[in-house]
């Protein structure tokens, strides 16, 4: 059975990072395109960061653009959202989700996947 679970959420201080893991169990992650999304209260859920399937090109939402960085280890089945120089309004649940797609570029619109997680609480304060 296909699953993902997220983990290192926490609270953190603004100029601070955190790191952000994606587990992965029942598929190929490499054959996968992955991306992190995340809802702040009263607020739609939005895409992140993503990555394409076997190493191939990133994207990402201007609001992380210099900040955050995505990378996996399809060994470990393990992707991460290394998110640096955080700000109050990061704050949110944060998750990631897969879809498996044979062409294109990965998608951050949240209508682009197919697998999600169970989301992580990122808070960003003083």
């Known amino acids: 059975q296909l699953q993902l679970v997220e983990s290192g959420g926490g609270l953190a201080q603004p100029g601070g990072s955190l790191r952000l893991s994606c587990a992965f169990s029942?598929?190929?992650?490499?054959?996968?395109?992955i991306g992190w999304f995340r809802q702040a209260p009263g607020k739609e859920r939005e895409g992140v960061m993503c990555?394409?399937?076997?190493?191939?090109?990133?994207n990402y939402g201007d609001s992380v653009k210099g900040r955050f960085t995505i990378s996996r280890d399809n060994a470990k089945k393990l992707v991460y959202l290394q998110m640096n120089s955080l700000k109050p309004e990061d704050t949110a649940v944060y998750s990631c989700?897969?879809?498996?797609?044979?062409?294109?570029?990965?998608?951050?619109?949240?209508?682009?996947?197919?697998?999600w997680g169970q989301g992580t609480q990122v808070t960003v304060s003083s």
């Open positions: 989700a897969a879809i498996h797609r044979k062409s294109g570029l990965c998608s951050l619109g949240v209508g682009g996947y197919r697998y």
């Open positions: 029942g598929f190929t992650l490499e054959y996968y395109d």
């Open positions: 990555m394409t399937r076997d190493g191939g090109p990133t």
